[in-house]
C-alpha cells in the first residue's frame, strides 16, 4: 500500500512559483468612503507611482456607455468635465492605442478600460506603430469591480489614484517554504534513525540491519533494495504522469482521494509518535474479544476529521494552504520513515533517475506540447490554470469570479505575502511539490539510518547531507529568482546531497560499507 501511493503521490514531483505580474491598485475615495481594485497595466508604457502617497488624484469619470474608438463624443458628455480626468471606458470594438489615443485628445490623463472578459496586459498588436503617441497611464480593471464603486459611491465624484508597490523579489514566503522544507528532512531523517535504532534494539543485533528483502519489516517499513524495481518504479511514475496530462480532469479526483486517505494515516502516525514521546499511556477496552485504545480511536477521528475538512474546503485559498501543508509534512515524515533505501548504490540510482525525470518533464515536453507548456507544469497547475503559460510578463486574469479548478495538493503552498497588488488580483503562492522533499529525505533517512549502523555519535552523515539539502535549496531558489520561472529542484538538489554524502564516506574511509549498506540483498539471495 505504501509502495502504491507513494508511486502516484511522487508522480507530481514539481517546484514552481508564480511569473512576475503586472498588477497595481486602483484606490478610490471621496472623503469618507475608499474602495481598493485590481488594475492590469503595461509597465513599459505606464510608469506607476510606488505608493499611495506619491500616486497622483483624478476624478474617475464614467464613460462606459461608450468603447472611446473615435471622436467626436456624444453630445451629452461635457468636452471640459473630461479634461485632467481619468476616463472609465469599455472595452472591445478596437484597440487599445486607439482609445488611448482618442482619450489623450480630449485631454484625459488617464484611462482605465471596465472589461467583463480576461484581463490581459495591454500591449500593442503586431501591425500597431501607434503606441509610442500614447503618453498618458493606461489600465484594465473588472467591470464588476467598477459597478461595485458605482454603487459603493451611489453617485458622489470618485476620486481615483494609480500606484504600483513593488513586491520584493525575496518574497518572505520563499523562506517560509525553506523552513519546511528543511524542518521536514531533519525530522523525517531523525524519525528514520530513531526508528532503526529501536529496530536494532530489539533484535539484540548489530550494525547492518535486520534482512528480509523487500518484504515488511516488523514495524512496517518497506525496504527498497533491487536496482531493477527501482527502474521500473520510476518508469511507472513516467507513465502515470503523462496519463495525467491527457486524462486531469478524471485523475485528479483520484490522487485528491488517495491524498485524503495517505495523509490521514501520516497524521495519525506521526501524533501517535508524538504521544509516545510525551510518555501518554492509553486505555483499552475490549468488545467482543476485539481491544481498542481509547487513544487511538480519539486521534484517528481527529486525522480524518482534518483530511475531510481539507477536502471539503480544498479550494478555499485564504486559509486552507495551512492544512494543506499541515497534511503535507505529516506525509513526507511517514514517507520518509517507511519507504527506507537499503544502500546508497539504490540511493544513487533512484535519485539520478528521478532527476533525469525531472528535467525531462520540465524542460524538454514544452517543445512536443501543442502550447509550449510542459508535462510537469501543466498538470501541477492543472489545465486551467493560465498563470505559467503567459509569455514574458503578460498577464491574464478573469474578469469574473471562476469555479476554482482543481488542483493535485501534492505540493506545499504558502501564499507571497508581500505582493499587495498581486494578491488584490488574485491570491499569489510559493509552491514546493512533495517530491523535492521526499526524494532527498530518502537519502538523508539512509544516512540517519547509516550512522546508527556505524555507532556515529555525532550523526555525521545525517547532519552533512542535511547542510546540504539546504545549500541546495537555497541555490535553487536563487537560481529561480533570477531566472524569473519555475525551477526542477532535484536539478539542484541530487548534486548537492548525493556528492556530500559520498564524499564524507570517502574522508571517513567507509565508502564500501556506506555504497553496499545493509545485508537485505544478500540476505534475500541466501533465503529460499
Not at 382 to 403: F, L, R
Request: aromatic fraction near 10%; charge should be neutral; proline fraction near 4%.
Amino acid at each position: 500500500m505504501a509502495t502504491t501511493v507513494g508511486f502516484v503521490i511522487l508522480s507530481a514531483i514539481f517546484l514552481t512559483s508564480q511569473i512576475d505580474c503586472q498588477e497595481a491598485i486602483l484606490h478610490i475615495s471621496n472623503g469618507t468612503v475608499q474602495r481598493e481594485y485590481c488594475l492590469v497595466y503595461n509597465e513599459s508604457w505606464t510608469p506607476l507611482a510606488e505608493t499611495l502617497a506619491k500616486a497622483e488624484q483624478y476624478v474617475l469619470i464614467n464613460m462606459t456607455s461608450t468603447a472611446l474608438c473615435e471622436d467626436p463624443l456624444p453630445s451629452e458628455t461635457p468636452p471640459a468635465l473630461l479634461r485632467g480626468s481619468v476616463l472609465v471606458v469599455r472595452s472591445g470594438e478596437c484597440t487599445m492605442v486607439q482609445k488611448a489615443l482618442v482619450a489623450q485628445s480630449l485631454g484625459a490623463r488617464a484611462l482605465l478600460v471596465a472589461s467583463n472578459t480576461t484581463l490581459i496586459t495591454p500591449g500593442p498588436i503586431a501591425n500597431e506603430s501607434r503606441y509610442a503617441k500614447v503618453h498618458i497611464p493606461l489600465a484594465i480593471m473588472r467591470y464588476r469591480d467598477f459597478l461595485d464603486a458605482r454603487q459603493a459611491f451611489s453617485g458622489k465624484v470618485m476620486q481615483g489614484q494609480m500606484y504600483a508597490p513593488p513586491h520584493a523579489a525575496l518574497d518572505p514566503s520563499i523562506a517560509v517554504m525553506l523552513l519546511i522544507a528543511i524542518s521536514t528532512i531533519a525530522l523525517g531523517g531523525y524519525w528514520s534513525g530513531v526508528c532503526e535504532s529501536q529496530r536494532l534494539s530489539s533484535r539484540g543485533g548489530g550494525g547492518g540491519g535486520a534482512g528480509g528483502g523487500e518484504d515488511k519489516a516488523d514495524s512496517g517499513d518497506v525496504f527498497l533494495y533491487s536496482p531493477l524495481k527501482v527502474v521500473i518504479f520510476v518508469g511507472l511514475m513516467c507513465g502515470m504522469l503523462v496519463l495525467m496530462y491527457f486524462f486531469y480532469n478524471i485523475l485528479v479526483y483520484v490522487i485528491i482521494a488517495i491524498f485524503c486517505l495517505a495523509s490521514a494515516t501520516a497524521l495519525f502516525s506521526c501524533f501517535d509518535a508524538i504521544l509516545d514521546l510525551m510518555g501518554c499511556g492509553t486505555i483499552s477496552f475490549s468488545i467482543r474479544g476485539s481491544t481498542f485504545s481509547v487513544r487511538s480511536l480519539i486521534l484517528a477521528a481527529v486525522c480524518i476529521s482534518i483530511a475531510v475538512v481539507w477536502g471539503v474546503y480544498r479550494n478555499e485559498d485564504r486559509w486552507i494552504w495551512i492544512l494543506q501543508d499541515l497534511l503535507g509534512i505529516a506525509f513526507c515524515l511517514n514517507f520518509m520513515k517507511t519507504i527506507s533505501l537499503s544502500n546508497f548504490k539504490i540511493c544513487v540510482i533512484l535519485l539520478s533517475l528521478l532527476l533525469l525525470y525531472d528535467v525531462f518533464f520540465v524542460f524538454i515536453t514544452p517543445f512536443f506540447t501543442k502550447n509550449g507548456v510542459s508535462i510537469m507544469v501543466q498538470v501541477a497547475l492543472g489545465p486551467d490554470a493560465s498563470g505559467e503559460k503567459t509569455q514574458g510578463n503578460m498577464v491574464e486574469i478573469p474578469a469574473e469570479p471562476q469555479v476554482p479548478s482543481e488542483k493535485l495538493p501534492v505540493v506545499m503552498r504558502v501564499p507571497r505575502f508581500s505582493a499587495q497588488a498581486q494578491n488584490l488580483c488574485g491570491l499569489q503562492f510559493s509552491i514546493l511539490g512533495y517530491g523535492d522533499i521526499i526524494v532527498p529525505g530518502l537519502l538523508v533517512a539512509y544516512c540517519s539510518r547509516f550512522d546508527v549502523w556505524v555507532n556515529s555519535s555525532r550523526k555525521v552523515y545525517f547532519f552533512s547531507c542535511c547542510i546540504a539539502y539546504m545549500l541546495g535549496m537555497i541555490v535553487t531558489f536563487a537560481v529561480m529568482l533570477l531566472s524569473g520561472m519555475g525551477q526542477p529542484a532535484l536539478l539542484y538538489l541530487v548534486p548537492f546531497t548525493l556528492i556530500t554524502s559520498a564524499a564524507v564516506a570517502a574522508r571517513r574511509r567507509e565508502m564500501k560499507q556506506f555504497w553496499t549498506g545493509t545485508t537485505y540483498e544478500r540476505e534475500d539471495l541466501v533465503v529460499p
